[in-house]
């Protein structure tokens, strides 16, 4: 927006607090947003009573077109300010403010004027029904830019307007598709979508703004075919299909937001002025549910993790931009590729070239699927460099070990390193579940060793555990985990002990359900307890998942350490080579990487009915939280609760597991792992953490 903050032929005919108005020589006026003392302008109360005003002022003037731009460097308009959702009593006053947010955007497509909105960035939730109640949409076509409604992932639907607009624009087929995932679109595709108009280079947005004003071309609209998906006859039977589609990734019990704009879409999409009542009313009502409380929870959460992050990596300084990885196997090599992905300069290291190669081969994979065009995947792979020699120990700032779990191979490697590598370098392990202090003993200078653990598969797994123990350096422990966030990761500051939070968290969930399995549960019944309970996956297929021999190696530290319990079974399919996906069998079969169904001969024990596991597997898992919350593995429950979710996935819709052990009650858990203590034994004996107040 540069060109526009600079222009000289605009005179500021008025100025408000978040907003100014300025009309130029050619008599179009300009709305910049710049919401003060914050990064990203959000729609706060205070941001739209301001708008809602500068727009009666605009129909006071003679414009003859308006343009609606975002002042910070960050994006467009972030949406709604989400801190304002928890400020609300109930549903009358929901509904109050989102028909308020109608008002207002009506409003503003009632201009009788042209209007455009310039998109550089992000521009979701509110930000883009706010875009959508403009005539014309003009957007750069940059990777950052990123156009949706994502508002199902907050527990709601659009309110202000943007479930009908979207509809109206693009056709339910693909409107809904984008609002029930919370899915957001790049530039090129919004314009394939008819999102919007133009998709251009940021130095021809403000040109593009002002031509298509004064050209006045028709405004977008869905195609006579796109149209037909909202005839009254069509809805019912596309309705069920979108139900079907959500169903297999939300359950309604647990997340309701979908359903309703469903509901909403199949009753009154042939009303828009119907459609509009009905929106405001189903978000109001969502928004006073304890799934959408709870993920404003989780958002909030999430923000808090970025926020650990705020220390700055110098992006324009090629030696703060320059990682050496150890290690190319499936972690390593993973990493690696992540951040070539992310503008890194990195240098991969392994003892011959054919352990690399994989490694490179996978990253070529990552950058083809996450970067078009096609170019800007070679620039990528240009970024990574295998380096058999170890030659970018010498110049890189972050030095990362991914090699074998081995205490003393990962010791010699930090005794060596530290002879050759920049004396301001992070010396960083990704051990899973070696102490620091232990890997330290070898250093001259143990306080620059810190863990940066990340989880698999990297792409995926936003979380990274950034580990200290008693000497790392402060400094160092906010360098690493500026890092993290530098790499579009959410750094979760925790103690160095054995298996560190997250690892020690799921191993006594993972157990459990093995113990389940030597009972004669099906492994099926397992794992569906756990889905419907609100997991991801479930924890067999999660230990297949994660290698039978990794969960068999974390188990034996935190046993020897901790004094968990294995089963044998675990042990028995370990020394069978039955690894798991891997290997093509684990407890379940896999034919190229995918899970076999069988005809099992395992049938639920009737001492175990659904509400029992449940109980074996969360209650463990419980009792390790707490157990970790009196260690000082972690701050406070809030960072457990965000290290759980966006490490495992823990039930988004609970809050964290801290959350739903205070919605479920603290005195009703610790009497019901009291009954499991005396009905399994000591591995369900309360913590001594559960006597703190």
């Known amino acids: 927006m540069k060109t526009i903050n600079e222009s000289k032929t605009e005179n500021t005919v008025s100025e408000t607090t978040h907003w100014k108005l300025t009309i130029s020589a050619a008599n179009i006026a300009t709305l910049h947003f710049d919401v003060v003392d914050s990064s990203a302008n959000v729609l706060s109360a205070k941001a739209l009573q301001e708008f809602e005003q500068l727009l009666s002022r605009i129909q006071e003037e003679t414009a003859t077109g308006l343009i609606i731009v975002s002042d910070k460097p960050s994006g467009f308009i972030a949406g709604a300010d989400i801190t304002e959702f928890t400020t609300i009593d109930n549903e009358a006053e929901a509904l109050q403010l989102i028909q308020r947010g109608q008002r207002i955007f009506d409003q503003l497509e009632a201009l009788p004027i042209p209007t455009v909105s310039l998109i550089d960035g992000f521009c979701v939730g509110g930000g883009l029904e706010l875009a959508l109640a403009c005539d014309y949409r003009i957007a750069t076509d940059q990777p950052r830019t990123r156009i949706g409604l994502p508002e199902v992932k907050l527990g709601i639907h659009p309110g202000f307007g943007g479930s009908m607009r979207l509809n109206r624009l693009i056709g339910a087929i693909d409107a809904m598709s984008m609002m029930l995932a919370g899915r957001s679109v790049s530039a090129r595709q919004a314009y394939r979508l008819g999102l919007v108009d133009y998709a251009v280079a940021n130095r021809h947005l403000l040109t593009a703004g002002q031509n298509i004003i004064q050209t006045q071309p028709k405004p977008k609209r869905a195609s006579k075919l796109k149209a037909l998906a909202s005839h009254s006859l069509v809805r019912p039977l596309l309705a069920k299909q979108f139900q079907k589609q959500v169903a297999k990734h939300a359950a309604r019990q647990h997340y309701p937001a979908p359903y309703a704009l469903i509901d909403v879409w199949r009753q009154y999409a042939g009303n828009e002025r119907a459609m509009l009542d009905a929106e405001a009313k189903s978000a109001a009502q969502l928004i006073m549910t304890e799934t959408s409380k709870n993920l404003v929870r989780v958002f909030m959460l999430q923000e808090r993790l970025k926020s650990l992050g705020k220390q700055t990596i110098e992006a324009d300084s090629a030696q703060q931009r320059r990682i050496h990885i150890i290690g190319a196997g499936t972690m390593g090599g993973d990493i690696a590729s992540w951040c070539a992905l992310r503008d890194y300069t990195v240098s991969l290291q392994d003892r011959e070239p054919q352990f690399i190669a994989p490694a490179m081969k996978r990253a070529y994979q990552l950058f083809k699927r996450k970067l078009k065009p096609a170019r800007l995947a070679m620039l990528a792979m240009d970024r990574i460099h295998p380096d058999l020699d170890g030659q970018g120990i010498l110049n890189a700032n972050v030095i990362i070990e991914a090699i074998v779990e081995n205490a003393e191979i990962k ?65 160092v422990v906010s360098t690493a985990a500026a890092f993290v966030r530098s790499i579009d990761r959410l750094p979760l500051p925790v103690k160095s002990s054995p298996g560190f939070l997250i690892n020690r968290i799921l191993m006594p969930y993972l157990l459990e359900a093995v113990e389940l399995l030597s009972e004669g549960v099906a ?99 419980l009792n390790e939280c707490i157990a970790c ?43 019901r792992l009291e009954q499991l203590e005396k009905q399994f034994g000591p591995r369900f004996k309360p913590d001594i953490g559960w006597l703190q107040s």
Request: hydrophobic fraction near 40%.
């Open 411 to 475: 010791q010699a490697l930090f005794k060596d390193i530290e002879t050759q590598c920049r004396p301001d370098a992070i010396l960083a392990t990704n051990t899973s579940s070696i102490p620091l202090e232990t890997l330290s003993q070898v250093l001259q200078q143990p306080e620059r060793l810190v863990g940066i653990h990340f989880f698999n598969p990297v792409a995926k797994m936003q979380l990274v555990e950034v580990v200290s123990a008693h000497n790392t350096s402060a400094d």
């Open 523 to 621: 492994a099926e019944t397992i794992d569906k307890t756990a889905t419907d309970f609100g997991m991801p996956m479930g924890p067999i297929l999660l230990a297949d998942t994660v290698g039978l021999d990794i969960c068999l190696s974390v188990a034996n530290i935190l046993a020897e350490q901790l004094g968990m319990q294995i089963p044998d079974v675990l042990n028995q399919k370990v020394q069978q080579g039955h690894l798991g996906k891997k290997t093509g069998q684990g407890f379940y079969q896999y034919q190229h990487g995918k899970q076999q169904t069988r005809s099992s001969k395992q049938t639920q024990h009737s001492a175990n009915p659904k509400t029992a596991i449940e109980d074996r597997l969360i209650l463990r898992l």
């Open 629 to 671: 919350l009196h260690e000082g593995v972690v701050d406070d429950d809030d960072l457990l609760d965000a290290g759980m979710i966006f490490a495992t996935g823990f039930a988004p819709f609970t809050g964290g597991p801290m959350q739903y052990l205070k919605s479920r009650g603290r005195d009703a858990v610790l009497e």
